[in-house]
Structures are given as structure tokens and as C-alpha cells.
């Protein structure tokens, strides 16, 4: 098989790209995912981390990449879920972000935005601004759990009429320089190759670029807890914003907090891994609970010697399971403060019941290191503040919280890697952390093989 371009990954990174390189040029464009098509992406549990059913967790694999099938909200900011004023100006980051939108509409976006540019959003800025708080304010579509695979559906049947191929249900091993070699060790030649591999694909992309010798760097990761409110505590910012998002700088060592996933109404649920456990948060439209939940995640960057940021958040984590007994820890703010350990006894003195039952009372200082345990309690002071009730002594702590990034591939500005012809977007190289973003850069790649064609 011979093709112009071989894109490996059929997330958004992959199918933007692919919309770009089809519309603008007369070039053959092949996308290859290991994942199924939409119809066929059914996630049998629906719990993503813990699955061991399936190969290929559909969640995670498949057309329109990770997310298909969750609610699809798009963040319309060229500054959330990755940072596309890293690549390009503010003005073409913001057409971008829009280009994006627009193609997202053209297959079956709802029209509706949730916006926040809204008088309450500034208020709520100027508010939290003066306790040293930074306020997102963040327009976004919510494309919704049910419409999301069919606007996923639209798009791929519009690219395949624009005679871009599908190759599926196929895993790409290798790849050499114009060569993508597959599992049953059929050879694609490509003049140009794009790797969209997602963070599924973040380890493969990974242990390729080594082989290829292109230089990668670990990215930040962010750990911390799940904070659990009685759900009116959360109700006067939730009118503001479905998600309020808040940056914190934490005064005794500087280090950068956000808020991340609020769940209104929601649920804190056990995410299991291979070696560890960890805490998330969810909300369901048919159920609600008494209580809101939100990630409160401090950032860590290392520098030399050690810088990889992977290996550190695992040893925190584990450390936090082995406290657990294999379970989440939970913990009581009054009891953190007061360095002493939570009991059910004490947590039923607190006028908030606990929406995950299985977390096992501790003393979540002895699982984290003491500069995140007090960049979390200076956070909660200063949210404290905006958010009156937060920093009660009743909130509810629950650890580990983590999220962990791919390693960021070395590009040029048009997203080619030093081995000439590969061109990397998306998640899985660390250029992104969300479906604004990650198609976004597919579209950047997409116009840097362009311009070496001589098309744009
Ligand atoms: C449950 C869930 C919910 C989310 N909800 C949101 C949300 O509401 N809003 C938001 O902005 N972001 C959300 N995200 C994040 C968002 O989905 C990702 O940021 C985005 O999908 C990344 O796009 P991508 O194209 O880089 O990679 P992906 O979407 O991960 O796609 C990569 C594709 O590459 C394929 N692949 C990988 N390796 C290989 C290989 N060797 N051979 C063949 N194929 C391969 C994979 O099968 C996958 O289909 C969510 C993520 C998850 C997991």
C-alpha cells in the first residue's frame, strides 16, 4: 500500500488533520487506528481504568479517539486542555480555536454555548481576584454523551468522501522514515507520516521516538486530593460556570493549584490501576447526589537530575494505596488540620455523608509530601474565600487524585519531529490535554506538511 500521507490515530488530532490535508490538497491520506469504528465502540463496563475486558478498551480507542463516547465538551480557549499560544500567536490561536468549533458544528454540534463572557463571570473574576485568585471564564459547547458519536459518525463519512481511507481495528508496531509497519507486518509506504496516538498511545509513541532518536521531555504532572462539599456550598459559583475552573499560587511555596472537574451533584468514584488506586469524580444526569465534588491538583515539574515526573507522581500514589489498604484514602480538613487521622466515627460527625463508601479513613499527610499537603490547605483557604464553606472542617478529602501527561515530542513550528517527514499532534506527544487543543494540532501539523508541499 502506497499513500501521501499515513496518519496513525483516528482521535480528533488524527481526523483533523486528515480534514485539512483532504480539503486544501489533492493528496492520498490514510488514517489508521487500532480501535473500531463508532457503531461498533461499545464499552461493556463503562469504567475505562479498570477494565480488563476488552483488547482494545473502546473508550479510549476507536474513530473520534478518547472521548467519543463521553459528554464532548469543548472548551473554546486557545489556553485550556493544552496551550496553542506555545505554537502560535494569540490572534491565529483564537481562529484556530474557532476553525475547530465551526468543524465540530458542521457534523452536529449542538448550537448552543455555555458562555463566559456573562456579567455574573466577570463579577466572579473581580471577586476572585481580589483574594489573589485567578477565575477561567470559559465559553463551551457541550456536544453531550449521546450526540458525540454522531457527530463523530458525520465527520468520518464526510473524509471518506473526500477519499480519505480507513484502515481499522489495525495496530501500527513501527514506524520507520516513510515506512508505517502494522502488527500482521503489512508495510504502508508514506511520503509523510503523522503520528496522533493519543494517550493510549503515549508509552508506544514513547519507546518509538527512542528508537528513532526523537528527543521527547517529560511534561508536568498534577497530584492531589478530590474535595467533596455539601452541593449548596458549590451552588452560587455552579450558576456562574457548569465547570468553574480557578488558578491558585499558594503563598509559602509559589506552587500553582487549580480546581479541575467539578461534578455538581455528583459522585467521587475509585479509578483502579495496575499498581495503584486513585479517586475521580462523575455525575449522572438521572442520579444526583447531596454533594459536589472537584479535583484540587498541585502541579510538579522537576528539573535535573531527576526529571521524570511520571516516576514521582507513581511512588506518591503508591505510597497513598499502601496507607489505603488498596483503597482510596479519606479524610476529614478538621482532621488534616489538626494532624490527626480520620475515623467513620469522626467523619459522622460532619454534616457531610461521604458519596464514596469503600475510601478507607486516614491521614492523608502521611501518603503525600508536605509541600503538597500544604499547597492544598493553603488553596482551600483562598477558595475559602470565594467560595464561602469550602475550607470547612466537614469537607471531605479523598487521595490520590492524578493525572499524568505524555512526554512532549521535540517539533519545529510546523510540527515536524527532527527525523524528516514525521509530524506529530495531539495528546499522546504531549502537545495537548483536550479536544480543542488536540484537534487543533492536528490542523498546525497537517498545514506543515502542506507548506513542504509547497500547497499553502
Ligand atoms: C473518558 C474521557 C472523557 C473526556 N472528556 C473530554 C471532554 O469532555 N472535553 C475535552 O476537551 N477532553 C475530554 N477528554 C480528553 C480528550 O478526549 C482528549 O484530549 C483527545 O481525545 C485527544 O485527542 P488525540 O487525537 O490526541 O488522541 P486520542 O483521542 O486519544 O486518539 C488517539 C487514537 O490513536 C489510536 N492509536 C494509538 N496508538 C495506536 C497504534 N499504535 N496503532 C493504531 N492506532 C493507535 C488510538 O486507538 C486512538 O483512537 C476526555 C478523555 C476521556 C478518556
Known amino acids: 500500500m502506497k499513500f501521501d500521507v499515513g496518519i ?14 483532504a480539503n486544501k490538497s489533492k493528496l492520498s491520506v490514510v488514517v489508521i487506528d487500532q480501535g473500531y469504528d463508532v457503531e461498533k465502540r461499545v464499552c461493556p463496563v463503562q469504567n475505562y481504568k479498570k477494565c480488563t475486558k476488552c483488547s482494545i478498551c473502546s473508550i479510549m480507542s476507536g474513530v473520534g479517539g478518547a472521548g467519543t463516547l463521553s459528554s464532548g465538551l469543548l472548551n473554546l480557549r486557545p489556553d485550556i486542555g493544552g496551550n496553542l499560544l506555545e505554537f502560535v500567536d494569540e490572534n491565529e490561536a483564537n481562529n484556530l480555536v474557532n476553525y475547530v468549533d465551526s468543524i465540530f458544528l458542521k457534523y452536529g454540534a449542538p448550537e448552543h454555548v455555555f458562555r463566559g463572557d456573562t456579567e455574573e463571570a466577570m463579577e466572579l ?24 458519536p ?19 481495528e489495525t495496530k501500527v508496531e513501527d514506524v520507520r522514515k516513510n515506512q508505517i ?24 509513541a514513547k519507546k518509538l521516538a527512542q528508537r528513532l532518536g526523537i528527543p521527547t521531555k517529560p511534561e ?54 495496575d499498581s495503584f488506586v486513585g479517586v475521580n469524580g462523575h455525575s449522572m444526569a438521572g442520579k444526583l447526589s447531596e454533594n459536589s465534588n472537584f479535583a484540587l491538583l498541585v502541579r510538579i ?3 535535573e537530575p531527576v526529571e521524570d515526573t511520571t516516576a514521582y507522581g507513581m511512588s506518591i500514589v503508591q505510597q497513598a494505596t499502601i496507607l489505603g489498604g488498596g483503597e482510596p484514602l479519606i479524610q476529614r480538613l478538621g482532621d488534616l488540620r489538626m494532624g490527626r487521622r480520620s475515623t467513620w466515627n ?38 475559602d474565600e470565594i467560595i464561602p464553606g469550602v475550607a470547612s472542617s466537614s469537607t471531605l478529602l479523598y487521595a490520590p487524585e492524578i493525572k499524568f501527561s505524555a512526554n512532549r515530542f521535540q517539533v519545529n513550528k510546523n510540527f515536524e519531529t527532527p527525523v524528516e517527514n514525521i509530524f506529530v499532534a495531539g495528546d499522546g506527544v504531549g502537545l495537548s490535554r483536550g479536544l480543542v487543543c488536540a484537534a487543533a494540532t492536528g490542523i498546525l501539523a497537517a498545514r506543515g506538511i502542506l507548506r513542504k508541499e509547497g500547497i499553502i
Request: proline fraction near 6%; aromatic fraction near 8%.
Open 220 to 273: 508536568p504532572i498534577d497530584v492531589g486530593v478530590r474535595v467533596e462539599v455539601p452541593a449548596f456550598v458549590m451552588d452560587p459559583v455552579i450558576a456562574v460556570s457548569r465547570d468553574p475552573k480557578f488558578h491558585i499560587y499558594t503563598d509559602t511555596y509559589d506552587d500553582f493549584v487549580r480546581t479541575f472537574c467539578v461534578n455538581h451533584r455528583g459522585f467521587v468514584v475509585k479509578e483502579v490501576y
Open 8 to 21: 496513525v490515530g483516528a482521535g480528533p488530532a488524527g481526523m483533523f488533520a486528515a480534514y485539512e490535508i
Open 150 to 168: 454522531l457527530v463523530i459518525k458525520n465527520f468520518k463519512k464526510d473524509l471518506e468522501k473526500l477519499n480519505v481511507k480507513f484502515l481499522l
Open 346 to 383: 469522626r467523619i459522622s460527625h460532619s454534616h457531610i455523608v461521604p458519596t464514596l463508601k469503600s475510601a478507607t479513613p486516614g491521614d492523608i499527610a502521611m501518603a503525600m509530601p508536605h509541600r503538597i499537603v500544604s499547597d492544598i490547605l493553603e488553596a482551600l483557604e483562598k477558595l
Open 125 to 148: 473574576q473581580r471577586k476572585a481576584a481580589s483574594v489573589g485568585i485567578k477565575f477561567i471564564p470559559i465559553t463551551q459547547r457541550h456536544i453531550g454523551t449521546d450526540r458525540a
Open 181 to 204: 509497519i502494522l502488527e500482521d507486518h503489512r508495510i504502508i509506504e508514506c511520503k509523510y507520516i503523522l503520528l496522533a496516538p493519543g494517550r493510549v498511545g503515549a508509552d508506544w
Open 301 to 303: 515539574t522537576l528539573t
